[in-house]
């Protein structure tokens, strides 16, 4: 199946605030990622093409990094997930800026049915969660997405399934 997702969100600051926010990406200091809530975002050698890394149980390599603008990521697991997704920051206007995350595969028989049913519902929550800590640093209230039933069922069953993991 093809797979096209994307998502957008506009910040109103100008790149030269919000750009320094995404250096911080997989750092200790992580301005983007919301390790808070998900699993943390790691890289073997840091934010270089080539590194590898990921989140979770989805692994991927870098193999675009245009410093200031974007990176982009080529999917290794799960199987079945062909294809890229990246993330970029484009400026709008003086003041503000659009920032991005698209996901661009094909996906086999069986990694279909796992994207449909769970992948998707989990990435959509994290993105607007990532995207809403983005926008927080800005505000001087928190901006919260609201997760939906099933994405808090899959949270639930995923957070035990780790920790019986763990603790076996």
Known sequence: ?????????????????VYPLFKTLASPNDLVWP?????????????YVGSSGGHGRVRYTIIEFTEGESIKFQFSKPIGFNGTH????EELTENSVQI??????ETSFKATFFWIFIIRWLHNALIKD?????????LTYNKETTYSI????????YKRKSYKTKHA
């Open 86 to 89: 990246q993330l970029k920051i």
């Open 150 to 157: 099933w994405v808090g069922l899959l949270r639930n069953l």
């Open 130 to 138: 990532a995207f809403d800590k983005v926008e927080n640093y800005f």
């Open 100 to 105: 991005s995350h698209i996901i661009r595969m």
């Open 1 to 17: 199946m093809r797979v096209i997702n994307s998502h957008k969100r506009t910040i109103n600051q100008p790149i030269s605030m």
């Open 35 to 47: 390790y808070e809530k998900w699993p943390a975002i790691k890289f073997k050698n840091g934010l």
